[in-house]
C-alpha cells in the first residue's frame, strides 16, 4: 500500500536557525513527489516537484531533495514568515493522478 | 503558477438545507479536479477525483449520494452538500492538475469553510 510519513510533526526554530523536514515515502512506481506550503485557513500553496532520486530544487530559502525512499525540505535562515505547515505528497504510476498527502510538519519560526 | 479559485470562502448554513462550492480554474484548463476535507490539524483527505464530462469517481467511505460533484466544463467544477448536517462542517479544498507532459502538479484554491448548525 502507497503511504507518506512525514516528521517532525512539529518543529519550533529560532530564526536563523536551518533544520529540515522529512518525508519518507512507500509507493510501487514514483511518478513525482510534491512539496506544499499551508498557511492557517488557506490552500495549499505549490512548492516544488520532483520526479527522480537525486534531484534537488531550490526556492530561496527553501531547498528539497529526493532519495528512493524519503524526501528532505531543508530550510536555511529561518524568518518568522516561513511559519507553515509543510505538506509532503507522493502521485504514483499507478494510473490515476492522486495524491497520497502526508501529515504534515507544522513549522514555528521565533523572532 | 496556475490559479484556482473557489466560491464561497466560507459559509454557514442549517442543517438539512444543501450547500453547492465552486472550483474554478482561471488560468488554464482543467480535465480533471480533486476535492479534498480538512479537519483542524490534520492532512487533506482526498473525496473525489471530479473529470470534465464523465463521473466522479468517489474514495472508499464518501457518500456518492451526500457529496455531489459536477464537472460540466474544462474551469468548473461543483461540490454539493446535500442534507448537511453538523458533522459535515469542516474546511473544503480543491485542486485542478495541470497537464501536459511531465507536468502534473495539481494547484490549490483556497478552501470553503463549511459550517453547518
Known amino acids: 500500500e502507497d503511504q507518506v510519513t512525514q516528521s517532525p510533526e512539529a518543529l519550533r526554530l529560532q530564526e536563523g536557525e536551518s533544520s529540515s523536514l522529512n518525508c519518507s515515502y512507500t509507493v510501487s512506481g514514483l511518478r513525482g513527489l510534491f512539496w506544499y506550503r499551508q498557511d492557517p485557513g488557506k490552500g495549499p500553496e505549490f512548492l516544488f516537484t520532483l520526479y527522480s532520486a537525486g534531484e534537488e530544487k531550490e526556492k530561496e530559502r527553501l531547498k528539497a531533495t529526493l532519495t528512493k525512499k524519503e524526501s528532505f525540505l531543508h530550510i536555511t535562515a529561518p524568518k518568522p514568515e516561513d511559519s507553515a505547515t509543510y505538506l509532503c505528497a507522493v502521485q504514483s504510476t499507478s494510473g490515476t493522478y492522486k495524491y497520497i498527502f502526508g501529515t504534515g510538519t507544522r513549522l514555528k519560526v521565533l523572532a | 503558477g496556475a490559479v484556482v479559485s473557489q466560491h464561497p470562502s466560507w459559509v454557514i448554513c442549517k442543517s438539512g438545507t444543501s450547500v453547492k462550492i465552486e472550483c474554478r480554474s482561471l488560468?488554464?484548463?482543467?480535465?480533471?479536479m480533486f476535492w479534498y476535507r480538512q479537519f483542524p490539524k490534520q492532512s487533506l483527505m482526498l473525496m473525489a477525483t471530479s473529470n470534465e464530462g464523465s463521473k466522479a469517481t468517489y474514495e472508499q467511505g464518501v457518500e456518492k449520494d451526500k457529496f455531489l460533484i459536477n464537472h460540466a466544463s474544462l474551469t468548473l467544477s461543483t461540490l454539493t452538500v446535500t442534507s448537511a448536517h453538523p458533522e459535515d462542517s469542516s474546511f473544503y479544498i480543491c485542486?485542478?492538475?495541470?497537464?501536459?507532459?511531465?507536468?502534473?502538479?495539481?494547484?490549490f484554491g483556497p478552501g470553503t469553510r463549511l459550517t453547518v448548525l
Open positions: 488560468d488554464f484548463q482543467a480535465t480533471t
Open positions: 485542486s485542478a492538475r495541470v497537464e501536459g507532459g511531465k507536468v502534473n502538479e495539481q494547484f
